[in-house]
Protein backbone atom coordinates (compact mmCIF):
# COMPACT_ATOMS: atom_id res chain seq x y z
CA UNK A 1 0.00 0.00 0.00
CA UNK A 2 2.90 1.96 0.85
CA UNK A 3 4.79 1.59 -2.66
CA UNK A 4 1.42 2.83 -4.39
CA UNK A 5 1.35 6.30 -2.98
CA UNK A 6 5.00 6.75 -3.55
CA UNK A 7 4.40 6.27 -6.90
CA UNK A 8 1.86 8.88 -7.24
CA UNK A 9 3.48 11.99 -7.04
CA UNK A 10 5.88 10.40 -9.64
CA UNK A 11 3.30 9.69 -11.93
CA UNK A 12 1.84 12.95 -11.76
CA UNK A 13 5.18 14.66 -12.14
CA UNK A 14 5.82 12.57 -15.28
CA UNK A 15 2.09 13.91 -16.52
CA UNK A 16 3.04 17.40 -16.41
CA UNK A 17 6.08 16.47 -18.11
CA UNK A 18 5.02 14.83 -20.77
CA UNK A 19 1.80 17.43 -21.04
CA UNK A 20 4.49 20.25 -21.26
CA UNK A 21 6.11 18.42 -24.01
CA UNK A 22 3.22 18.08 -25.96
CA UNK A 23 2.55 21.66 -25.99
CA UNK A 24 5.96 22.66 -26.76
CA UNK A 25 5.71 20.56 -29.80
CA UNK A 26 2.22 21.82 -30.86
CA UNK A 27 3.35 25.05 -30.37
CA UNK A 28 6.72 24.50 -32.89
CA UNK A 29 3.85 22.57 -35.10
CA UNK A 30 1.26 25.76 -34.67
CA UNK A 31 4.42 27.90 -36.12
CA UNK A 32 5.84 25.88 -38.64
CA UNK A 33 2.22 25.50 -40.13
CA UNK A 34 1.73 29.37 -40.09
CA UNK A 35 5.05 30.09 -41.71
CA UNK A 36 3.41 27.40 -44.29
CA UNK A 37 0.43 29.25 -44.59
CA UNK A 38 0.90 32.42 -44.25
CA UNK A 39 4.45 33.22 -44.91
CA UNK A 40 7.57 33.42 -43.14
CA UNK A 41 7.34 37.61 -41.92
CA UNK A 42 10.09 39.63 -43.68
CA UNK A 43 10.53 43.50 -44.33
CA UNK A 44 12.01 44.59 -48.21
CA UNK A 45 13.24 47.64 -49.04
CA UNK A 46 13.65 48.83 -52.54
CA UNK A 47 16.94 48.80 -54.33
CA UNK A 48 17.82 52.31 -55.67
CA UNK A 49 21.19 53.16 -57.46
CA UNK A 50 23.62 55.64 -55.58
CA UNK A 51 26.55 57.37 -55.63
CA UNK A 52 29.10 54.71 -53.83
CA UNK A 53 31.99 56.10 -52.09
CA UNK A 54 34.43 53.81 -51.75
CA UNK A 55 36.08 54.15 -48.33
CA UNK A 56 39.34 52.65 -46.89
CA UNK A 57 39.76 51.92 -42.89
CA UNK A 58 43.20 52.07 -41.14
CA UNK A 59 44.03 52.00 -37.56
CA UNK A 60 47.31 52.99 -36.85
CA UNK A 61 49.31 55.80 -34.57
CA UNK A 62 49.90 59.26 -35.44
CA UNK A 63 53.26 61.52 -34.71
CA UNK A 64 54.05 65.43 -34.88
CA UNK A 65 55.45 65.80 -38.49
CA UNK A 66 58.52 66.81 -36.92
CA UNK A 67 59.89 65.19 -34.06
CA UNK A 68 63.17 65.28 -32.77
CA UNK A 69 64.84 64.53 -28.93
CA UNK A 70 67.15 66.48 -26.97
CA UNK A 71 69.18 63.77 -24.88
CA UNK A 72 72.45 64.31 -22.81
CA UNK A 73 75.91 64.83 -24.09
CA UNK A 74 77.64 64.23 -20.94
CA UNK A 75 76.82 62.53 -17.85
CA UNK A 76 76.17 64.27 -14.43
CA UNK A 77 73.58 65.95 -12.31
CA UNK A 78 70.81 67.98 -13.93
CA UNK A 79 70.80 71.18 -12.31
CA UNK A 80 68.01 72.99 -14.12
CA UNK A 81 64.78 72.21 -16.74
CA UNK A 82 63.70 75.40 -18.26
CA UNK A 83 60.61 74.03 -19.74
CA UNK A 84 57.22 71.95 -19.16
CA UNK A 85 55.21 69.15 -20.86
CA UNK A 86 53.09 71.15 -23.67
CA UNK A 87 55.14 74.02 -23.80
CA UNK A 88 56.30 76.03 -26.98
CA UNK A 89 59.88 76.29 -27.48
CA UNK A 90 61.59 77.65 -30.77
CA UNK A 91 65.24 76.00 -32.27
CA UNK A 92 68.21 76.65 -30.05
CA UNK A 93 66.20 77.96 -26.67
CA UNK A 94 67.45 76.32 -23.76
CA UNK A 95 65.61 74.06 -22.44
CA UNK A 96 68.34 72.03 -19.73
CA UNK A 97 71.45 72.84 -17.99
CA UNK A 98 74.27 70.79 -16.37
CA UNK A 99 76.53 72.22 -14.00
CA UNK A 100 79.45 74.09 -15.26
CA UNK A 101 81.95 72.31 -12.63
CA UNK A 102 81.27 69.14 -14.43
CA UNK A 103 85.16 67.66 -14.60
CA UNK A 104 84.22 65.63 -17.80
CA UNK A 105 83.35 69.31 -19.74
CA UNK A 106 86.22 70.99 -18.70
CA UNK A 107 84.31 74.17 -19.17
CA UNK A 108 86.33 76.53 -17.77
CA UNK A 109 89.09 75.15 -19.53
CA UNK A 110 87.90 75.47 -23.10
CA UNK A 111 85.92 78.99 -22.22
CA UNK A 112 89.91 80.71 -21.04
CA UNK A 113 91.32 78.96 -24.56
CA UNK A 114 89.04 80.24 -26.75
CA UNK A 115 89.08 83.50 -25.21
CA UNK A 116 92.88 83.66 -25.24
CA UNK A 117 93.09 82.32 -28.59
CA UNK A 118 90.37 84.93 -29.85
CA UNK A 119 92.45 87.87 -28.12
CA UNK A 120 95.47 86.55 -30.00
CA UNK A 121 93.77 86.30 -33.49
CA UNK A 122 92.46 90.14 -33.15
CA UNK A 123 95.77 91.25 -32.16
CA UNK A 124 97.84 89.59 -35.00
CA UNK A 125 94.64 90.54 -37.74
CA UNK A 126 96.15 94.41 -37.08
CA UNK A 127 99.29 93.30 -37.33
CA UNK A 128 98.63 91.87 -40.45
CA UNK A 129 96.96 94.52 -41.38
CA UNK A 130 99.81 97.14 -41.36
CA UNK A 131 102.64 94.41 -42.59
CA UNK A 132 103.45 93.72 -39.80
CA UNK A 133 103.15 89.58 -39.15
CA UNK A 134 103.05 87.48 -42.73
CA UNK A 135 99.80 85.67 -44.18
CA UNK A 136 101.34 82.30 -42.78
CA UNK A 137 101.78 83.42 -39.10
CA UNK A 138 98.01 84.74 -39.19
CA UNK A 139 96.83 81.35 -40.94
CA UNK A 140 98.47 79.94 -38.23
CA UNK A 141 96.53 81.75 -34.96
CA UNK A 142 93.35 81.69 -37.19
CA UNK A 143 93.54 77.72 -37.04
CA UNK A 144 93.69 77.83 -33.35
CA UNK A 145 91.39 80.25 -32.61
CA UNK A 146 88.48 78.43 -34.76
CA UNK A 147 89.67 74.88 -33.19
CA UNK A 148 89.30 76.40 -29.63
CA UNK A 149 86.06 78.09 -30.60
CA UNK A 150 84.48 74.64 -32.00
CA UNK A 151 85.70 73.27 -28.76
CA UNK A 152 83.91 75.55 -26.94
CA UNK A 153 80.56 75.69 -28.64
CA UNK A 154 80.28 71.79 -28.19
CA UNK A 155 81.68 72.66 -24.03
CA UNK A 156 78.75 74.70 -24.11
CA UNK A 157 75.98 72.64 -25.38
CA UNK A 158 77.38 69.96 -23.35
CA UNK A 159 76.33 71.99 -20.27
CA UNK A 160 73.31 74.18 -22.12
CA UNK A 161 70.85 71.52 -23.99
CA UNK A 162 69.21 73.61 -26.77
CA UNK A 163 65.82 72.83 -28.57
CA UNK A 164 66.70 70.90 -31.72
CA UNK A 165 63.52 72.10 -33.37
CA UNK A 166 60.81 74.62 -32.53
CA UNK A 167 57.73 72.87 -31.57
CA UNK A 168 55.47 71.72 -28.57
CA UNK A 169 57.26 69.80 -25.68
CA UNK A 170 55.61 66.49 -25.71
CA UNK A 171 58.09 64.72 -22.74
CA UNK A 172 60.44 65.61 -20.25
CA UNK A 173 62.05 62.43 -19.19
CA UNK A 174 63.77 63.22 -16.35
CA UNK A 175 64.17 65.61 -13.41
CA UNK A 176 66.31 68.27 -11.75
CA UNK A 177 69.04 67.01 -9.80
CA UNK A 178 68.73 63.50 -11.65
CA UNK A 179 71.88 61.73 -12.38
CA UNK A 180 71.81 60.88 -15.98
CA UNK A 181 74.30 59.07 -17.76
CA UNK A 182 75.46 60.49 -21.68
CA UNK A 183 72.91 60.19 -24.27
CA UNK A 184 70.20 59.27 -21.63
CA UNK A 185 67.15 61.12 -22.82
CA UNK A 186 66.06 64.42 -21.95
CA UNK A 187 63.39 65.73 -23.69
CA UNK A 188 61.28 65.65 -27.13
CA UNK A 189 60.13 68.24 -29.26
CA UNK A 190 57.82 67.92 -31.96
CA UNK A 191 55.81 70.15 -34.12
CA UNK A 192 52.02 69.06 -33.75
CA UNK A 193 50.82 71.54 -36.36
CA UNK A 194 50.98 68.91 -38.79
CA UNK A 195 50.14 65.28 -37.92
CA UNK A 196 51.61 62.07 -40.06
CA UNK A 197 50.88 58.29 -40.33
CA UNK A 198 51.85 55.52 -41.96
CA UNK A 199 49.62 52.58 -43.35
CA UNK A 200 49.81 49.21 -45.12
CA UNK A 201 47.41 48.90 -47.83
CA UNK A 202 46.78 45.55 -49.48
CA UNK A 203 47.40 44.50 -52.91
CA UNK A 204 43.54 44.56 -54.16
CA UNK A 205 43.14 48.00 -52.26
CA UNK A 206 46.62 49.89 -53.50
CA UNK A 207 44.71 51.12 -56.78
CA UNK A 208 42.66 53.26 -54.56
CA UNK A 209 45.35 54.68 -52.58
CA UNK A 210 47.51 57.35 -54.47
CA UNK A 211 49.44 60.76 -53.72
CA UNK A 212 46.73 63.38 -53.57
CA UNK A 213 44.38 60.96 -52.11
CA UNK A 214 41.94 63.24 -49.71
CA UNK A 215 41.45 61.01 -46.34
CA UNK A 216 40.81 62.03 -42.82
CA UNK A 217 42.10 60.87 -39.16
CA UNK A 218 39.20 60.43 -36.44
CA UNK A 219 40.41 59.76 -32.62
CA UNK A 220 37.62 60.80 -29.71
CA UNK A 221 35.39 62.88 -32.11
CA UNK A 222 37.60 64.99 -33.53
CA UNK A 223 38.38 64.98 -37.34
CA UNK A 224 41.15 66.10 -39.38
CA UNK A 225 41.88 66.27 -43.04
CA UNK A 226 44.69 65.17 -44.53
CA UNK A 227 46.23 64.01 -47.88
CA UNK A 228 48.05 60.71 -48.91
CA UNK A 229 51.94 62.50 -49.48
CA UNK A 230 53.94 59.00 -50.29
CA UNK A 231 52.73 55.17 -51.75
CA UNK A 232 55.38 53.21 -52.62
CA UNK A 233 55.92 52.03 -55.89
CA UNK A 234 56.72 47.95 -54.62
CA UNK A 235 55.32 45.85 -52.34
CA UNK A 236 57.18 45.09 -48.99
CA UNK A 237 57.61 41.21 -49.03
CA UNK A 238 57.54 41.41 -44.99
CA UNK A 239 53.94 42.61 -44.99
CA UNK A 240 53.01 41.66 -48.60
CA UNK A 241 51.76 45.45 -48.41
CA UNK A 242 52.44 48.96 -49.89
CA UNK A 243 53.05 51.40 -47.37
CA UNK A 244 51.69 55.07 -47.56
CA UNK A 245 52.37 57.82 -45.69
CA UNK A 246 49.45 60.69 -44.89
CA UNK A 247 50.08 64.17 -43.34
CA UNK A 248 46.92 66.01 -41.60
CA UNK A 249 46.47 69.77 -40.86
CA UNK A 250 46.35 69.65 -36.99
CA UNK A 251 46.62 73.48 -36.43
CA UNK A 252 43.73 73.53 -33.90
CA UNK A 253 45.48 71.00 -32.15
CA UNK A 254 42.41 68.73 -32.07
CA UNK A 255 44.16 65.25 -31.80
CA UNK A 256 47.44 64.32 -29.66
CA UNK A 257 50.44 63.02 -30.88
CA UNK A 258 51.25 59.70 -30.36
CA UNK A 259 47.37 58.66 -30.29
CA UNK A 260 45.44 55.56 -31.79
CA UNK A 261 43.60 57.25 -34.91
CA UNK A 262 41.01 56.11 -37.50
CA UNK A 263 42.50 56.66 -40.85
CA UNK A 264 39.96 56.83 -43.43
CA UNK A 265 40.67 57.37 -47.13
CA UNK A 266 37.84 58.44 -49.71
CA UNK A 267 38.47 56.43 -52.69
CA UNK A 268 36.81 57.15 -55.78
CA UNK A 269 33.05 57.74 -56.27
CA UNK A 270 31.14 55.19 -58.48
CA UNK A 271 28.19 56.71 -60.15
CA UNK A 272 24.47 55.03 -60.21
CA UNK A 273 25.73 51.50 -58.38
CA UNK A 274 23.92 48.70 -56.52
CA UNK A 275 24.72 49.03 -53.04
CA UNK A 276 23.51 47.16 -50.06
CA UNK A 277 24.36 46.64 -46.19
CA UNK A 278 26.60 43.72 -45.35
CA UNK A 279 24.28 42.25 -42.79
CA UNK A 280 21.61 41.85 -45.88
CA UNK A 281 24.31 39.20 -47.73
CA UNK A 282 24.31 35.30 -46.30
CA UNK A 283 27.21 33.18 -47.33
CA UNK A 284 27.20 29.86 -48.16
CA UNK A 285 30.36 27.83 -49.34
CA UNK A 286 32.86 30.27 -50.98
CA UNK A 287 29.77 31.76 -52.60
CA UNK A 288 27.51 35.17 -51.67
CA UNK A 289 23.78 35.44 -51.68
CA UNK A 290 20.97 37.93 -51.01
CA UNK A 291 17.12 37.69 -50.93
CA UNK A 292 14.95 39.22 -52.86
CA UNK A 293 10.78 38.96 -53.04
CA UNK A 294 9.02 38.10 -56.23
CA UNK A 295 5.56 36.83 -56.46
CA UNK A 296 5.41 36.50 -52.15
CA UNK A 297 8.03 34.09 -52.34
CA UNK A 298 11.72 34.81 -51.54
CA UNK A 299 14.18 34.32 -54.36
CA UNK A 300 17.65 33.02 -53.50
CA UNK A 301 19.85 35.33 -55.77
CA UNK A 302 23.69 34.45 -55.99
CA UNK A 303 25.93 38.14 -56.13
CA UNK A 304 29.27 39.32 -57.07
CA UNK A 305 30.55 41.70 -54.72
CA UNK A 306 32.68 44.70 -55.42
CA UNK A 307 34.06 47.18 -53.07
CA UNK A 308 33.26 48.02 -49.35
CA UNK A 309 32.67 50.98 -47.47
CA UNK A 310 32.42 50.88 -43.63
CA UNK A 311 28.56 48.59 -43.50
CA UNK A 312 27.73 49.00 -47.43
CA UNK A 313 28.93 46.58 -49.97
CA UNK A 314 28.71 47.60 -54.25
CA UNK A 315 27.43 44.98 -55.47
CA UNK A 316 28.34 44.37 -58.99
CA UNK A 317 26.07 40.94 -60.49
CA UNK A 318 22.91 39.58 -59.11
CA UNK A 319 20.68 42.45 -58.10
CA UNK A 320 19.18 44.90 -59.52
CA UNK A 321 17.38 48.32 -59.32
CA UNK A 322 13.71 48.17 -58.32
CA UNK A 323 14.29 44.86 -56.95
CA UNK A 324 12.78 44.17 -53.24
CA UNK A 325 15.34 43.48 -51.24
CA UNK A 326 14.99 41.24 -48.01
CA UNK A 327 16.40 43.11 -45.22
CA UNK A 328 14.77 40.78 -41.94
CA UNK A 329 14.25 37.21 -41.41
CA UNK A 330 16.94 35.90 -43.85
CA UNK A 331 17.63 33.40 -41.45
CA UNK A 332 14.34 31.69 -41.16
CA UNK A 333 14.51 31.71 -45.63
CA UNK A 334 15.24 29.81 -48.48
CA UNK A 335 15.19 29.31 -52.09
CA UNK A 336 11.26 29.79 -53.60
CA UNK A 337 9.60 30.03 -49.86
CA UNK A 338 6.41 31.94 -49.14
CA UNK A 339 6.78 35.22 -47.18
CA UNK A 340 4.92 37.72 -45.43
CA UNK A 341 5.59 41.38 -45.95
CA UNK A 342 5.61 43.14 -42.22
CA UNK A 343 5.95 46.72 -41.46
Given at each position: MKKSIMLLPIIFVFGIMLSSCDEEN???????????????????????????????????????????SASAMVGGRIEKIFVKVGDFVKKDQLIVTFPTDNPSTQYFQAKVAFENSKNTFERYQKLFDVGGISAQDLDNVKTQYEVNKANWETTQKM???????????????????????????????????????????????????????????????????????????????????????????????????????????????????????RKNIVKKGNDYYAYVLENNVAKEKKIKMGKSSGLFTEVIDGLNENDLLIVEGQMFLENNVKVKIIK
Open positions: IESKNMEQIYKEEGVPVKVVKIEKQNFLNQLTYNTNLSGIKESVKVLAPISGYVTKIAVKESDNVKEETLLATIADLRKLKASIHVAEDEISDVTVGTKSYAEWQGNKIAGKVTQVDMAMNPMTQSFNADIVFDNTQQLVKAGVTADIIIEGDSDAESVTIE
